[in-house]
């Protein structure tokens, strides 16, 4: 039988993974306040998301099977005690150079923690509840990306201190996380190879590379969408509809990782091969929506495809990572977790950055266009390989069968 402890473990490291993604989420509806105090541009703004992409993509690729090796708790600490930190220095940020200097922190400790965390989750899975793990490692992300851009929005428009008070609020939650690691059981023998893991690689376990090679279109197309939603789509919100409201950013926001998280959670008895293609129909809808009725000038109608890109951002990143879950072994699962991201931040990142570049020469709603179609090939491309593809087919029907055997988001596969 499980013991409390366990059971206690498996939702303090869930809390962790929201607390985590959510505080990464906190300075996007803070970045129009930066701007008007310290003269940015939208270039340097630009910069500013993509340094912190950079460490995050930096820490998965060389720490990202660490905790496979030391055991999680050891790189949950230092990953939580540097997120602290991260935020600690955003409160007393005063320019570019901190700004700058307190994303590198806060996204290396990100990218030290999110595989690691997923993997924790998977470890403590409840014996009651077996499928719950897989179930919130693809759920709490966007949920926590909605809870803290819509908490950072009422906090900048509405609460004391904007600059400050949120990331107090946050890093006091992330040091109570830390703190409480103290209770979550150790469920991984340390191993020898732990410096050789430090090499920067890509880590794929054999057992799922067919797999992941199938759905790795439907990861690329679900997380470029989130970083259209979270660097530049907020923006049209006053250049487009005249809507200055700090809180409006961020619920637009909350619209798409809401509907995201809402769909992740619905999704979870159904077939994954069959949500897997749903998540591909909506992420070829919803960027075409939510871009004509931008041309449209219609606020409503913008809400409406941001809500269906958030299904197709929901359903495009649990589906695939469900199933590629049923074939990791607990000693492989840190690193495919941390390839996943590294997969989905390039996604996330690099079409955010390219935009912010041409952003300032062509203008912001073309730019929104070339971003929502790049989208919408990526999803297109991806939906046919996998009608076309009997192989791909076959692969995943047996990922699903396997997640119908054993009723889990992973399978206790051979060493």
Known sequence: MQSARSVAGFW???????????????????????????????????????????????SLLVAGRLSDHVGRKPVLVVGGLALTLSLGLFAVADGLGALILDRIVQGVSVGLLIGALGAALIDNSLERHPSLAGVLNGAVPPFALAAGAMSSGALVEWGPAPEQFVYLLFGALLLLMVLALFVVPEQVQRRPGAL?????????????????????????????????FLSLVPSALGQVFGIENHFAAGALIAVVTGAGALTGLAIQRMDARSALLIGLVALVLGPIVTVAFVFAHSLPGLVVGSAIAGVGFGAGFQAPLRMLLTTAAPTHRAGLLSTIYVVSYLAFGIPAVVGGLLEPAVGLVPVLAGYGAFIVLAAAVALVLQLASRSAAQVEEQACEALERTATGSIRTAE
């Open 196 to 228: 050789r893991s430090l090499r920067p690689t890509i880590s794929v376990p054999r057992s799922s590379r067919a797999l992941f090679r199938g759905v790795t279109g439907s990861l690329i197309a679900s997380w470029a969408l989130g970083g259209l």
């Open 12 to 58: 303090i490291i869930a809390a962790m993974l929201f607390v985590a993604l959510a505080s990464s989420a906190v300075p996007s509806p803070i970045y129009p306040v930066y701007a008007a105090e310290w003269h940015l541009t939208p270039l340097m703004l630009t910069g500013v998301f993509a340094i912190y992409v950079a460490g995050l993509l930096v």
